[in-house]
């Protein structure tokens, strides 16, 4: 059984759409038009995540989020054809678990629902229990000790190289390595034009841990300084 | 349009060597006024220059020395004769000679012309004065002023005179052998011949002899007439036979000059050597050293003077030729005049003001400081004029002292080129000036002190200044008053009123200069007032009190800022509310587009007939383009009104290019295209946003690849210069690129049918993304190549921090 999902959206083409989608998932969706109703419908306990637009009559996105984080703790996925840094930020500030801006993808839109709850269903033990040495970043968990990384749960097949680098990147995370640097660690060997050979590698991680490997979430390019793997709550 | 550009028959290479032509032209507009010299070009630059120089400087030399010599009359005249026989000094001496032999023949002195003439025959160059003529000859003067080579003279002093020997009349004149002489006189036993050759022979015919030979001028006097030979010649003495101005020869004879009855007996004869030898002779009676070497001077003098003014003519003929050769070349010249220019511009104003003063008193100095001679000068030259001093005659004196100088005059001169070619070719800025320079550092420092310390200052002197005067005036007043006192009358009073109305005027100016005192305050205020409006503030306005004269002035200032902050106001409303159109227009667009694209995708997924499924996924197609577009378009529009939100960061642009293409290695892999990239080293470290700057690589990336001819090179290469770093993405277009196309205008593209997929953005993208951090773009094509080229100032290494 398959957990339900609350769309909200003024345009219910739009809602209708991603009902459709998610519904060929196996997942069964309730509907809402605007915020309140939102609110209204996310009492049902059996609502387990919320896919919600922000710009909406009555009451909008980002409002009827706070009120529904006053009752329940669920994954919300805000859905905004804001597409601006400053509406990302705000978003997911306000308590949002992600944030796709329209138009979207929908198998990335149903990969990121998928993954929350995930998150929020067979991990949350995971995360309650916090296991010794394990380090988490927003859906991954990286397990030094054993070198495992997972994602959502899944445990990532990595060849060797890219366990180094993800190694590497995941005991550092924030902080910026250029190629040569990670060259250096990864390979021991002292580099010289290695830009493409880490890129390779670095992509074949993405395609592996990233939702959308175009627009990476987790490692990222630091354009004209090097690389890095960003933390996420 | 289209078709324009699109006929391909145009031959490639024709383009190329106009693109050449162009180049070459835009290359000689660039340097403006540096003309491009041909081969050779130097070369007659400097020979016309060279003729100039010599010309100038001959001709000047050759000139100044002529009129110095004129003006100051160093010449025997004529002037242009060149044998010395022929002067007036000739004759004269000649007839002062046949003088004093008719002294001697006579027995004593003779009344030459009814006592009208005397001389005094005691000395030698006899003055002979005579009212209607007015000659006047100094034949020592002369001597002296020429620098004839006199040979060394020993000083001989004079031997005691034991006894006065006997001496013959003619003593001084007998061992002169320049003038052969043969004096008879009286008849038969009264007969007397004096001579200085042998007396027994027939002296008539050897002297007649001679003066065909070494001595070519003979003169007879006989039955009281005169005649002359010279040479084979007889000359005509007496012309018209009356004594005038204008007759040659000044002896007896002519029908207003008769011969004294003492002379009717005697009979000179005598010859002039043609070549006159230097000759000395001593009279012990008169007590000194004694010479008469009139001729040899004379003949010097006419000789030197031939040369002299021959080899000034000669200097003129070649400082003429030079000068033609200067005005063949005249034109190609000029570059050698910039080249001085350029040296003699950082010759200070103060260094060029002292050199023509050294100049002008080096020219000037002999004749000032000798201004009595001139002025003597300049006497005998009006003397003979009726109105004293004439114009001629100041003329003259102004060419002697003109030409005291040459060499100054020359260096003058080319003083006066020199300046006047810096004046030409320097603007007036380039030229320095230790007075100007000092002034302005003055100005400066006094510039930066407040306005109103300023003004207080000098209003405080103008104060002061007026008080002291109005102190000094109250004496002279006193002065006044009491004269009028005593002496009452109508001129004193009005004197005294004029007075008190000069004095009313300075306690007038007093007040006046007191109250702008509080006028400096005003201004000060006013000044504080309109920086603080430059600085930003446009809330508190300006009061000053009612009656203050800036009243006016604070009230249209305060307006005018008044006015800012409304249009400031105006300006902020109107970029916000452009953004917010821009951002809903995006947000509106984009919701029917989120409706398409998931629809399409639903569509794509079902099961249709083929024709019904190849119509999805156009739909589908042209939806995602639509909103590729639609962020390309949101993006522009944010950074054409500033909007755009810009992360400032020091990066390396050449790791910057590395990430971008190992990033599009994929696509670049799968076009076929070869890309040459050249990339430095060492880091290229620049200040920009790194994710705005990868759009605009990866736009001309993208754009390379979408455009560039199958299996052609794309070359990308980054150089730094001079601070810059220029990126450039040069690749062969596969189509014709338009000529005259702004690429970075919106929605341009090198194939206008618009089919490629592209949204006709990415040029435009990256032009407006590259600005918005800080650099800049260009677009070149020639022909088929087309050129991006991305150019950022470079960090320092000093400045990292």
């Known amino acids: 059984m398959n957990e339900c999902i609350l769309v909200v959206d003024d345009d219910p083409e739009i809602v209708n759409a991603i009902a459709i989608t998610l519904e060929r998932e196996g997942y069964p969706v309730r509907r809402a038009y605007d915020g309140l109703q939102a609110v209204d419908e996310c009492l049902d306990p059996a609502v387990k995540l919320i896919l919600i637009d922000v710009m909406m009559p009555r009451l909008d996105g980002l409002s009827a989020l706070l009120r529904i984080r006053e009752k329940r703790n669920l994954p919300v996925i805000v859905l905004s054809a804001k597409s601006e840094d400053t509406d990302k930020i705000l978003g997911l500030s306000m308590g949002a678990d992600d944030y796709v801006t329209k138009p979207y993808n929908p198998q990335e839109l149903i990969a990121r629902v998928r993954s929350q709850l995930r998150r929020y269903t067979s991990l949350g033990d995971v995360h309650a229990e916090g296991r010794q040495g394990l380090l988490v970043n927003g859906r991954l968990s990286y397990d030094p000790a054993g070198r495992i990384l997972r994602a959502d749960g899944d445990e990532v097949k990595l060849t060797p190289t890219e366990s180094k680098i993800v190694d590497l990147l995941f005991h550092h995370p924030g902080q910026i390595f250029p190629a040569e640097e990670i060259y250096r660690r990864v390979w021991n060997e002292d580099a010289f034009s290695c830009e493409n050979t880490v890129m390779v590698h670095i992509r074949r991680i993405r395609e592996k841990i990233e939702l959308n490997p175009k627009e990476p979430d987790y490692i990222k390019v630091v354009w004209g300084i090097g690389y890095k793997m960003e933390q996420h709550g | 349009m289209d078709t324009k550009w699109n006929n391909t028959d145009k031959d490639p290479g024709e383009a190329l060597e106009r693109f050449v032509a162009e180049e070459v032209r835009e290359a000689a507009a660039a340097g403006k006024g540096v003309k491009v010299l041909r081969p050779g070009g130097r070369v007659k630059a400097l020979v016309g220059f060279l003729a100039f120089f010599l010309g100038m400087t001959l001709a000047l030399s050759a000139l100044g020395a002529l009129g110095n010599r004129i003006a100051w009359e160093r010449d025997p005249s004529p002037r242009w004769e060149w044998d010395w026989q022929e002067t007036d000094a000739f004759r004269g001496e000649v007839s002062h000679y046949l003088r004093e032999f008719l002294t001697i023949g006579a027995g004593g002195a003779v009344d030459f012309y009814d006592g009208v003439y005397y001389w005094d025959g005691g000395y030698n160059g006899a003055v002979v004065e005579q009212e209607a003529i007015r000659t006047w000859w100094g034949f020592g003067e002369v001597a002296e002023a020429t620098t004839v080579d006199q040979g060394t003279l020993e000083p001989v002093f004079p031997a005691e005179p034991e006894k006065e020997p006997e001496k013959e009349p003619d003593a001084a004149y007998q061992t002169d052998k320049n003038v052969l002489y043969y004096i008879q006189s009286g008849e038969g036993k009264e007969r007397k011949i004096y001579t200085n050759t042998d007396p027994t022979k027939d002296e008539q015919g050897r002297l007649m002899a001679r003066s065909l030979r070494e001595y070519n001028f003979y003169l007879q006097f006989k039955d009281g007439k005169v005649s002359i030979r010279k040479g084979l010649q007889d000359l005509d003495v007496y012309g018209s036979g009356i004594y005038d101005g204008d007759s040659k020869w000044f002896v007896p004879g002519y029908d207003n000059f008769p011969v004294s009855e003492d002379l009717k007996g005697v009979t000179v004869y005598m010859a002039v050597r043609q070549t006159p030898e230097r000759y000395y002779g001593v009279d012990y009676k008169n007590g000194g050293t004694y010479y008469n070497s009139a001729f040899y001077s004379l003949a010097r003098q006419v000789e030197e003077s031939e040369s002299f003014y021959k080899t000034q003519g000669l200097l003129l003929f070649i400082a003429m030729w030079c000068l033609v050769v200067w005005c063949l070349l005249r034109k190609s010249v000029e570059p050698v005049n910039r080249k001085i220019a350029s040296w003699t511009v950082h010759v200070w104003t103060e260094a060029r003001f002292l050199l023509v003063t050294a100049c002008l008193l080096w020219a000037l100095l002999p004749g000032l400081l000798n201004l009595d001679l001139v002025y003597e000068l300049l006497y005998s030259y009006s003397y003979g004029w009726e109105d004293g001093y004439s114009f001629a005659a100041w003329g003259m004196a102004v060419v002697r002292l003109v030409t005291m100088n ?62 002291t005067y109005f102190a000094l005036s109250l004496f002279p007043m006193a002065v006044l008053v009491n004269f009028v006192r005593v002496h009452p009358g109508i001129w004193g009073w009005c004197l005294l009123l004029l007075a008190c109305l000069l004095e009313a005027l300075l306690v007038w100016a007093l007040y006046s200069a007191w109250r702008s005192r509080g006028l400096a305050k005003d201004i000060a205020a006013l000044a504080d007032q309109v920086e603080a409006v430059r600085a930003g503030d446009l809330e508190r306005p300006l009061r000053l009190p009612e009656d203050a004269d800036l009243r006016q002035t604070a009230e249209s200032l305060n307006d005018i800022q008044a006015g800012m902050k409304a249009a400031l106001a105006e300006q902020t409303r109107s970029e916000r509310m452009k953004v917010e159109l821009v951002s809903n227009v995006s947000h509106d667009l984009k919701t029917p587009l989120t409706s398409i694209l998931s629809y399409a995708e639903l569509l794509r997924q079902e099961d249709l007939p083929p024709a019904a499924a190849d119509y999805a996924k156009i739909i589908d197609q042209k939806a995602q383009r639509l909103k590729t577009m639609v962020e390309d378009v949101f993006d522009i529009s944010k950074a054409a009104a500033d909007q755009l939100p810009v992360h400032l960061e020091r990066l390396d642009l050449a790791k910057l290019l590395r990430q971008t293409l190992a990033d599009l290695d994929g696509p670049i892999q799968k076009s076929g295209l070869t890309f040459k990239v050249e990339l430095p080293g060492e880091p290229v470290m620049i200040t920009a946003d790194g994710r705005r700057l990868y759009r605009v690589f990866q736009n001309l990336i993208d754009n390379a690849l979408r455009y560039a001819l199958e299996g052609s090179r794309v070359y990308l290469k980054l150089k730094t210069a001079e601070g810059t770093a220029e990126a450039s993405v040069r690749n062969t277009s596969r189509s014709e690129l338009p000529e005259g196309v702004d690429f970075t205008a919106r929605f341009v593209r090198g194939d206008s049918s618009r089919t490629d997929g592209g949204s006709g953005l990415g040029l435009s993208i990256a032009s407006s993304f590259t600005e918005a951090c800080g650099g800049a773009f260009r677009v070149e094509t020639v022909a088929d190549l087309f050129t991006a080229v991305v150019t950022f100032p470079t960090e320092q290494e000093g400045q990292e921090a």
């Open chain 2, 406 to 467: 040459v060499p100054a005059l020359i260096a003058l001169f080319w003083l006066w080129r020199l300046l006047r070619n810096d004046h030409q070719q320097n603007p007036r800025e380039a030229r320095r000036s230790l007075l100007r320079t000092l002034f302005r550092s003055l100005r400066a420092s006094e510039l930066k002190r407040p306005v109103e310390k300023r003004l207080a200052r000098s209003g405080g002197l103008v104060l002061l200044a007026l008080l």
